[in-house]
């Protein structure tokens, strides 16, 4: 599951909540049968955006003692450290010092404490800010191998393609309050309306005079109409004028970037999500 | 016994981390050598040097004590070569403008009436030797008493002095000679001394090594590995566990300084320190030394986690660097007068009570039971209380990057 939100909205306050760092001034938190403190922390991996690692202590000391904290056998988390090590090309690095590492094997290293004592829920804020392509590539696929193998995910980020590529299912917040909450597929359905973009010489009146047209962007000659949700696209293209001035078109569901945007700078959609969660 | 066993994880982990660490090595091992680095560098400023410091002490003698000197001398610690003299005091004037360490001394009926003796010093004698030269009254005296018909008996009554002894009940001392009795008491202090030392060196020994947590309390907010920690963890058990951790690295740090110090104090000054050592009195010195120990690091951990780093440390959290350092003000008045209201005002104050108690009752034979109880109970009821206090300012600033706390927030989390 993706939580999503612009900044300041309440990501990282509410996984700090369920984490047990800080204390929700309201509401209660639980997880399989278990309430707030009585939480087992050692069942849940967590991998916080402002994140670090002691400088001065080599990757196994860190790596084992993190593990320690989590109750995980020594033993057993010696061996899925030389695993992981050598799975995110940093085998052999197990006795350099941290401070040694660049920025991305800092951050491989980081993750792999996260996921080290098999954790039932891994937490993820902002797993993938500072990665190259080839890093980020390997973090998805690991990320969905855990998911795969039966481990809850929470994931927390910007980058939507990512979001809308990996999660399941999205909670979207603003201001501390949920906004959306469903499976992606669903909310794109109920959400990502239908946008017409069309490249013409056309005036801005002419194009919202349209059927079912929610509202136009236009720069130049080139307009985006944005559509109502319950429209049928095939009908809709139809009937549409022969004076239009059509040199190319193109009519797809606005993304998940689009629908954080509108919900972030508090656009029309914003208005709609309101209405139909009032 | 969960939150136990978590704080021990993080003191394993505090010392591991600590003695794989060059710097903390080096500088275990290096405080002892400076130890006995300054114990030599004082030895050496002292003078202790026979060759360089000898210095010869002429004497005019018209009265016929030149023996009864040649013996106090001998039997003091002076490195003074003493010699009889004719010349005048014109003559000797002149010599000591061509001569070092030297003086000469006009010992004579009339230097006795007018009640001093005239010396002529070299430029660059020592400032102490017009201290040292005061010996010589004692026989000067003694001459004065015989020549005023005292008889030998009469004599060596008044030339011994009075000595007020502690004579309990069924003792025998009184039928024990002085020089027992003085052996006695000087076993009695060392058996007093030497525990409190050791104590009051073990104390030092782990508040100053417990000064690291003020870095360590703040490493996890640098090192941006705050969030994970307490994912784990509670800020309390991580709190606790550096507390316990640096205790046990100050314990390793007293235990290194001593097995080098020791032998080598052992050595210079010709006391078999271990002879004194185990004492019962040694367990309620260490009670104290621990406690002085747990008030300074609740303190600094608590006021640790406040800052960024080291480095960003304010006037206010200097101020609080500089606690341990306030018994030292009370040494002074405690060793003049171990029972005086400075040293009773010292061992009711918090931050001064661990050093102020272990200073007095090093030098108090007799101890004031009532005045330690009430100092063990106010160091408790503090330390309960800075543990506490200590506990909420963590739990907030471990949190808090990119600036240090104000005072005015750190009370604002206090009330919270």
């Avoid at chain 1, 951050?107 to 500072?130: N, R």
């Avoid at chain 2, 005292?150 to 009075?162: F, H, P, W, Y």
Wanted: hydrophobic share 45%; proline share 4%.
């Amino acid at each position: 599951m993706a939580i999503l939100g612009p900044n300041g909205a309440g990501k990282s306050t509410t996984i700090r909540n369920i984490m047990g760092i800080l204390y929700p001034d309201a509401g209660k938190i639980t997880f399989s049968n278990y309430t707030d403190n009585s939480i087992p922390r050692h069942k849940i991996g967590y991998l916080p955006e402002e994140r670090g690692l002691y400088k001065n202590v080599k990757v196994m000391d860190i790596l084992l003692y993190l593990a320690e904290l989590k109750d995980y056998p020594l033993d057993q988390a010696k061996q899925r450290a030389l695993d992981y090590l050598k799975k995110f090309d940093l085998e052999g690095k197990e006795k350099v010092n941290v401070d040694e590492l660049s920025k991305g094997m800092g951050q491989k290293v980081q993750f792999i404490a996260s996921i080290l004592h098999e954790p039932e829920l891994l937490i993820l804020d902002e797993p993938f800010s500072g990665l190259d392509p080839v890093s980020q590539e390997l973090f998805k696929q690991e990320i969905r191998q855990l998911a795969d193998n039966g481990t809850a995910i929470l994931l927390s980020s910007h980058q939507m393609n990512l979001v809308e590529e990996m999660a399941d299912r999205l909670f979207l917040i603003h201001r501390g309050k949920k906004v959306i909450y469903g499976h992606m597929d669903e909310v794109k359905k109920e959400f990502a309306n239908f946008k017409c973009t069309i490249h013409g010489t056309n005036k801005k009146e002419e194009l919202e005079q349209l059927p079912r047209v929610q509202r136009v962007e236009q720069e130049n000659a080139h307009s985006i109409v944005y559509l109502y949700k319950d429209i049928d696209p095939v009908q809709w293209l139809k009937q549409l004028p022969d004076t239009l001035d059509v040199q190319e078109l193109r009519l797809d569901r606005i993304s998940l970037h689009e629908i954080f945007i509108d919900i972030a700078t508090g656009k029309q959609l914003m208005q709609e999500v309101g209405e139909a969660y009032a | 016994m969960k939150h136990m066993r978590n704080s021990l994880k993080v003191a394993k982990w505090e010392i591991k981390r600590n003695l794989r660490n060059k710097t903390f090595i080096i500088g275990m091992f290096l405080t002892p050598l400076f130890i006995i680095g300054f114990m030599f560098l004082g030895e050496l400023i002292g003078g202790d040097d026979e060759e360089t410091e000898m210095t010869t002490v002429f004497i005019h003698d018209e009265l016929g004590v030149f023996s009864e000197i040649e013996q106090t001398v001998a039997a003091s610690n002076l490195s003074w070569q003493v010699m009889q003299t004719d010349v005048t005091e014109e003559e000797a004037n002149k010599e000591v403008k061509n001569t070092e360490q030297t003086a000469y001394l006009f010992i004579d009926e009339e230097s006795l009436t007018k009640g001093t003796i005239p010396a002529y010093t070299s430029e660059e004698m020592d400032a102490s030797f017009m201290n040292q030269a005061q010996i010589l009254s004692s026989p000067i005296q003694a001459w004065q008493l015989k020549e005023l018909g005292l008889s030998n008996d009469q004599l060596a009554v008044v030339s011994r002095g009075i000595q007020i002894a502690d004579v309990s009940a069924n003792d025998e001392t009184d039928t024990k000679d002085a020089k027992e009795t003085a052996e006695e008491s000087e076993i009695a202090s060392l058996e007093r001394i030497v525990p409190g030392a050791f104590a009051g060196f073990i104390m030092l020994s782990i508040v100053f090594t417990g000064m690291a947590i003020f870095q360590s309390a703040s490493q996890e907010k640098k090192d941006k590995i705050a969030e994970i920690i307490l994912s784990s963890l509670t800020p309390n058990d991580l709190m606790q566990g550096k507390i316990i951790g640096y205790f046990v690295l100050g314990i390793v740090q007293s235990i290194v300084s001593l097995v080098i110090v020791l032998p080598v104090l052992s050595w210079r000054l010709d006391i078999a320190f271990l002879d004194y050592l185990f004492v019962p009195e040694l367990a309620l010195y260490l009670m104290i030394a621990i406690s002085g120990y747990l008030l300074f690091a609740s303190i600094f951990v608590g006021v640790g986690a406040t800052m960024t780093d080291m480095t960003t440390a304010g006037n206010f959290q200097g101020m609080v660097m500089m606690l341990p350092f306030l018994p030292f003000i009370f040494i002074g008045p405690v060793l003049s007068d171990p029972s005086g209201f400075m040293a009773q005002l010292g061992t009711y104050i918090p931050f001064t009570a661990p050093g102020v108690l272990l200073l007095r009752l090093s030098n108090l034979e007799e101890w004031p039971w009532l005045e330690i109880i009430i100092s063990l109970a106010i160091l408790i009821i503090s330390i309960w209380i800075f543990v506490k206090l200590a506990g909420k300012i963590f739990k907030v600033g471990i949190l808090m990057y990119g600036k240090n706390a104000t005072p005015g927030e750190i009370w604002k989390w206090i009330r919270m």
